[in-house]
């Protein structure tokens, strides 16, 4: 039985975290609470997946996303963002994978990670 | 833009400013027995698929199997989205255990298992009932609350509180959507209304709405308003002939101006009906499509005076040129009759109207004189709007007196054109006598004259009487 992927979520919000970590209990999950836990823990532990909200505090949503991907060290991470902030052409332009504006169906959001999990990866996840 | 979800409900979501805001929490309160199950359970049951789940979750006020067997009668039921689309859960004995927290874990707990689209918890009042402290009530929503922000989730919440109550609740100051459903006797029927009180980041139409709850389920009947401004309305200086020999050549010469409103007032019997008619039915007949709204004479009557006077109404209702609607004087609503309306011109296309009596609309407006008055004055500027030409008739009940009151409050001065009909004594026998008492920014003739009615040659214009009457002074206009 292979091991589980493992996704990376820069989330606040107490209950989305609830929601989330129910949509997502195939997945190993870790949420941070601000934009510069998220950069940490990326290089850490480099991740499967990223998944941001927008609204952080220290770093928001497009300051990580734009320094994940232009570190070499973190750039083979997919982002997406699923976010209360309904700017995707800001998202894309910082360099996102993928786009979601809140709430989404537990199908919707499963589907959506299924597609970055499921894309080549630039580089390998060292542990 | 916050997206919008259509209910499936006729005209709510005209009242709603376009629909229910998606993911909103909605609060539905009214005394029990005001039809917020109906309203909800017919949203859920039009908008749920496979995809797009509904939770029906029910407490102490209504068990399930009752529920269940209540909700079947109406024809928007249908069994097969039962357990495919639409799930129901009975949280009635988490209520009964002395935890006040457990039903709102429960509800979390199939919250999240199920992950509907639409939710409904029928009701929270019975949930607030059982609770042993209001602490636990404020918890718990906020939790139900916070919990239904995370997902794409349209929520109701049900409550029986009076229109009195339902301000003072924890659910009205979390929810984004409040509707208020009352019934109260009328005379020896009931009235059921609804009301929007909040839709948040948007407009919506205030104000209380008739509603009816048959077998395929609510139906309302939004309040008639003013459009804000006209659309299309410039005054038309074209005319449109009423087609009484006289009328159109002495009494307004030429015809009167197309998308006026004239009030035809007058003794009971004196001939304010067959006049309208002729307006009416001439104009069917030379291409301008009508609609007759008579509270008088039911179709079968209504067959007969026209046949009397010559026309067809079977041949112009087959040809779409006419729709008469009958409604008795006793059961019409205001707003449920204003749809009909609506419906009948936009069928037809009409370009004449007539309402056979204002008078009886007072209690279409269930003796509420504002209503009456904001009513008429509205329906009056949609027909204007539309560049419909109107004749409304009123029944004027002081016969042979020399003072009358025209009309009720104001309507006098909402129609452009005044016709007044009476009855006179002339060499010693009872005669018909009208004026034109006014028309508005058009010429007319201020004569009094004779009205002759006869089956053989129908309605005419006499010759101007010269006798000296008092019959039309003094004219008293009410406001």
Redesign the interface.
Known sequence: MGRKRLILIGER????R???G??LNDFEVIFVDDGAQVIEKAKELKPDLIILEMLLPILDGFQVCRYLKNSPETNFIPVLFYTLINDKDRAYEVGADAFLL??????KILNEIKKLLGQERKGDRTS | MIERIKTGIPNLDYILGGGLPAHSLVFVSGSPGSGKTVLVTQIIFNQATAERKGLIITTASEPLSRLIRYTQTFSFFDLNKIGQAIFYEDIGPYLLEPDGEKPWKKIEELVQQYQPSFLLIDSVKAIHDLSPSPSIIRRGLFRLASILSTLPCTAFLIGEYKLDEYWQTIEASIVDVIIHLEEYPVGLGSRRIIKIKKVRGSNFLAGEHTFKIDSDGLRIFPRFITPPKPTIYQPLMERANIGIPGFDTLLFPGGILRGTTTLIAGDPGVGKTVTALHFLLNGAQKGEPGVYVTFQEDPNQMALICHRFGFDLEKLTAQEKLILLYNSPVEVDIDELAIDIIEAVQKIKAKRLVIDSISDLISGARGDPDRFYNFVYSFVQWLKDRSITAMITNEMSQLFANELTLTGRGVSHIADNIIMMRYTEIEGEIRRALVVLSARASDHNKKIFEYLISEKEGPRLGQPLKAAFTLFQPTTRVD
């Open positions: 919000d107490y209950f989305m609830q929601t989330l129910q949509i809140k709430p989404q169906s537990k199908e």
